[in-house]
């Protein structure tokens, strides 16, 4: 059986076009920056975002590690959301890795970190604080729904980051699912930030690897801390073949999971037994909570869809989180939707 496979969009595995320019990719030694196919990836992602200079990363996790890395020094201080991937799903990289401490600030619904949080947690000039160095912000907002923060507000958090001497990381895993929610240049949600991550191996379906861009100096330094962690690749141009075809073909194309998600969504909301949340959703993700009255576990519901061939996640006992992405159809999504129906009412 084929699952229709709702955990991420992780998953995506490469497309056709994708396997076949990795069989024929020109490859070189990255390390000694031989390798031509990762160079043109590089180059590529560099002028799509706006910024001088790219690396190519083996995770999302490695590039924003590497980011933090490049701006801080042990004992500094990073302002993040307190419901950010950094701060929740990188395995406190930052602190155990760089001697970084993190500063967590509330996220708000709409995915922002408020400017006045940001503003009370930026340190004076005392020996016994750590010293501010860097704001991180993520666009879109995993864990807040997948909710775009649009280009004001990113140039805003730049300004107050300029003013006080700090340096803005963006964590752009998804960006051009916020770009295309937005109808929004890439650059110029870009723009205010120092640096930028972003993912080839999810909406974009590359099977590996992630980008940090950032100045040319930025993105020099940087190349150290890649060697540092282990993520300096040798012919990594089979794999950079797949992400040059991510950025070329498939960074509109995410529209679509954006489009099934709200079918999706309209069809849960016949579900009695799920509870969506408000204004769901905003790009390719949907989250829920079981209703009060559901006396299924997770388990026993995750069970039950897998018999009916779909896979989905839990954040907790009763919260889920189904992502939309190239592998999804609209057939993929009615199946989805009768399931949840025999399921759940
Ligand atoms: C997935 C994700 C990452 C990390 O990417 P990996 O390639 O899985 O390490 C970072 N930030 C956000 C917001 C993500 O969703």
Known sequence: MKYIDLRSDTVTKPTPEMREAMAEAEVGDDVYGDDPTVNRLEELAAQKLGKESAVFVPSGTM??????????????????????HIYLNEAGGMSALGGVHPNPAPNQKDG??????IRARIRTVDIHHPTTRLICIENTQNFCGGVALTAEYTRQVGE???ENSLRLHLDGARIFNAVVAQQADVKELTAPADSVMFCLSKGLAAPVGSMLVGAT???ARARRFRKMLGGGMRQAGVLAAAGILSLETMTLRVAEDHYRAKMFADGLRGVHGIVLDENMPQ????????????TLSAEEIS???AERGILLSW???????????????DVAVARAVEAFKGILG
């Open 283 to 294: 790009t390719n993700m949907i989250y829920f909570n079981l209703a009060p009255h559901v």
């Open 217 to 219: 100096e930025f993105i």
């Open 160 to 162: 107050l980051a300029r």
């Open 315 to 329: 954040i907790d006992a009763r919260r889920s989180r189904l992502v939309t992405h190239y592998e999804v159809d």
């Open 112 to 117: 922002t970190l408020a400017l006045e949080d």
């Open 303 to 305: 069970q039950r869809m």
């Open 63 to 84: 590039g924003n590690l590497i980011a933090i890395l490049t701006h801080c020094q042990r004992g500094d201080e990073a302002i993040v959301g307190d419901r950010s």
